[in-house]
């Protein structure tokens, strides 16, 4: 009991900063669908991806390494010795990539490409930043700097676009100033010079490291892949435009993921630290059944709330995105509940399961998106992503029963099911009394299924508010 109630109460304190960051990031979305064109949009969208594809080759996923190790380690010498041993390798590694590709941005300039090439540096940085900050117990801090990130962002591409009236450069410049902000903040926040001593540089924790690490860049790497894949098929076959207006039918399932965020990240510490107790498979059951069903009855009332969101908020060149979204977040739920699994997997330093599965789903989604994108457009990119996700969790539900067993309540599972397949074809409706007593009723639904969890969530929120009053 104590162990969920700390749950729920980490689960409070990022959703606290996740949702104010994440609700600011979409607020933004109706000006970047009014100012930027669905090219525009497209090209910055893919070149995020494709960066954000090359971090775990710099990194060796060293960053999740770092947090690992951290988070259950209490002897200041040896968090000195972790992130020492992380931070060097980092670097080095940023320095020969440099080089490497100034070489190349030299020989062949790449429009954006030295803009990117420093994009990629402070988010590789003030990612791992923020994952010491997590693993050492800065949970507060960590909450804070996904606000700070946001914010500054919103603020600078505002400023950017309406003062200096700058066209997709805005996007690149607001990320980099968010970046170098949160690197500043973090690293006088946690005094983090006091944490890098190179005489504690260490080769044997580093081949630890690498043991735990490098399955998972593989896996980082595919589920990149079918994002990344997705942009580059859609580019391919059916232009930037669709791949702009590809881009913004995935910003109402981000309205899931940010949930998901949210859980993740208090679970993914829960998990690790329970790993070794007796009691794991009952707790990791017990949580995932709150989960499973919070998630679920989210998927319902945002596929019925999407269409009129979209007819409300985006520009009229984007309208057509509504017709995806549902697919996208059937494919959004199955990747949350991928993640829910690859949380035992770190606890259990068994990464090489998270490697296989993650390769199995990018083969999926390379494969349907070759055999059906001339003849699906947009639908065949949607659906790949949902299988592939799809496919990912149930090899992951096999491969963790020599590790730990979550119990799946079957009645729960096929229920909920049928209320996500009628939403899906509800929200094709042109009626709008319809549409009303749809959404009506998925926000019934919601309520239903998760009274007692969100009932605690209001009592330990207005809790924590009160004291943080007094």
Known sequence: ?????????????????????????????????????????????????????????????????????????????????????????????????????????????????????????????????????????????????????????????????????????????????????????????????KYISFHTYSKELLGDFFVYALPIIPGAVSWWVMNLSDRYFIIAFLGVEANGLYAVANKIPALLVMVNTVFSL???????????????????????????????????????????????????????????????????????????????FHGAKKTRAIFLTSIAGAGVNVLINVLFIKYWGLYAVAVSTMIAFLVMWVFRVYAAKHYFNIVIRRMDFIILSFFIIGATILSFSTSTLVMLISIAGGICLLFAYNYRLLHLLWRKGRRKWFDNKT
């Open 266 to 344: 208090a679970w993914k510490d829960h998990a690790i630290l329970s790993y070794d107790s007796a009691e794991k498979n009952t707790y990791y059951s017990s949580v995932f059944q709150h989960f499973f069903r919070l998630m679920a009855t989210s998927v319902v009332l945002i596929i019925l709330l999407a269409k009129p969101l979209i007819d409300i908020f985006i520009g009229e060149a984007f309208h057509d995105a509504w017709k995806y979204t549902g697919i996208l977040l059937i494919g959004a739920l199955f990747s949350a509940l991928c993640q829910f699994w690859g949380a035992g």
């Open 1 to 193: 009991m104590t162990e969920k109630r700390t749950l729920i109460k980490d689960t409070i304190l990022y959703g606290v900063a996740n949702l104010g960051s994440k609700l600011l990031t979409f607020l933004l979305l109706p000006l970047y669908t009014r100012y930027f064109t669905t090219e525009e949009y497209g090209l910055w969208d893919v070149v995020l991806t494709t960066t954000t594809l090359l971090a775990p080759f710099i990194t060796f996923e060293l960053t999740a390494a770092v947090y690992r190790w951290l988070i259950v380690e209490k002897i200041e010498k040896e968090r000195r010795k972790i992130i020492t041993t992380g931070l060097a390798v980092i670097i080095r590694n940023l320095l020969v990539f440099t080089a490497l590709t100034a070489i190349i941005l030299i020989i062949y300039p790449i429009p954006y490409g030295w803009t990117a090439l420093f994009l990629l540096h402070t988010m590789i940085l003030s990612s791992f930043l923020q994952q010491c900050a997590r693993g050492l117990g800065y949970n507060k801090l960590f909450a804070s700097l996904g606000i700070i990130q946001s914010a500054v962002t919103a603020m600078a591409i505002i400023l950017l676009i309406f003062v200096f009236e700058l066209r997709v450069e805005a996007f690149f410049y607001s990320a980099i100033l968010a970046s170098v902000v949160v690197i500043f903040v973090a690293w006088i926040a946690m005094d983090f010079r």
